[in-house]
């Protein structure tokens, strides 16, 4: 089986910054793609930003700029940087991974509990 555990939510006023930080652990053969998605009250869980095995990185076109994801591939971990936060970026945030288990060699994805992010002074 496998988990992927998020931390680094919380409170922070309008223009702060939070990292958010999701470890997966398990069976894992390979990570193919990791990212973070996000959940606002009585919307759509939608995109934020993916990081590809191969380097390569997708953003929300909205957040580009104030927001970076990274990997260290070694420790099974995707961050995401969030800078200029605004009260519109306050929704739960969520980890995503494309992940090849031991097991049977395919591919699924996992998702993590979710990470509260609340902007709001």
């Known amino acids: 089986q496998v988990q992927l555990v998020e931390s680094g939510g919380g409170l922070v006023q309008p223009g702060g910054s939070l990292r958010l930080t999701c470890v997966a652990s398990g069976t894992i053969f390979k990570i193919n793609a990791m990212g973070w998605y996000r959940q606002a009250p009585g919307k759509q869980r939608e995109l934020v930003a993916a990081s590809t095995d191969d380097g390569s990185t997708t953003y929300a076109d909205s957040l580009k700029g104030r927001f970076t994801i990274s990997r260290d591939s070694a420790k099974n971990t995707v961050y995401l940087q969030m800078d200029s936060l605004k009260p519109e970026d306050t929704a739960v945030y969520y980890c995503?991974?494309?992940?090849?288990?031991?097991?049977?060699?395919?591919?699924?994805?996992?998702w993590g509990q979710g990470t509260q992010v609340t902007v709001s002074s």
């Open positions: 995503k991974g494309a992940i090849v288990i031991v097991e049977t060699l395919g591919e699924f994805d996992a």
